[in-house]
Nanobody
Framework: QVQLVESGGGSVEAGGSLRLSCAAS????????MGWFRQVPGKEREGVAR???????SHADSVRGRFTISADNAKNTLYLQMNSLKPEDTAMYYC?????????????????????WGQGTQVTVSS
């Protein structure tokens, strides 16, 4: 069983920055896809960013230019650098990962079709 443990959430004023981390108990270099999602009560989970096994990242329109996904495979850790935070970024943030061979990262990201999920870390941005 793979464990994903997020950290780095907290409360920040608008315009501030936070860096989320997700420590994996399995070799991230061999992952087929890793991603960050967020969810607020009463709304569907939203994909924020994803990164595939080749290190290619992509970001949702709502965060592009402000958030950056990255991975340090030597530490088996996924990151989400969040700058210029807005109140609408307030949510519970989850990391997700999968190691299935043949998994198409983009499809998995869109369908939130990941096998493993972290417990979430809360991000609150005040105006």
């Amino acid at each position: 069983q793979v464990q994903l443990v997020e950290s780095g959430g907290g409360s920040v004023e608008a315009g501030g920055s936070l860096r989320l981390s997700c420590a994996a108990s399995r070799d991230t270099a061999s992952s087929s896809c890793m991603g960050w999602f967020r969810q607020v009560p009463g709304k569907e989970r939203e994909g924020v960013a994803r990164i595939d096994r080749d290190g290619r990242g992509s970001h949702a329109d709502s965060v592009r230019g402000r958030f950056t996904i990255s991975a340090d495979n030597a530490k088996n850790t996924l990151y989400l650098q969040m700058n210029s935070l807005k109140p609408e970024d307030t949510a519970m943030y989850y990391c997700a990962a999968d190691w299935r061979s043949g998994l198409y990262c983009f499809a998995a990201y869109v369908k939130a079709d990941f096998t493993y999920w972290g417990q979430g870390t809360q991000v609150t941005v005040s105006s």
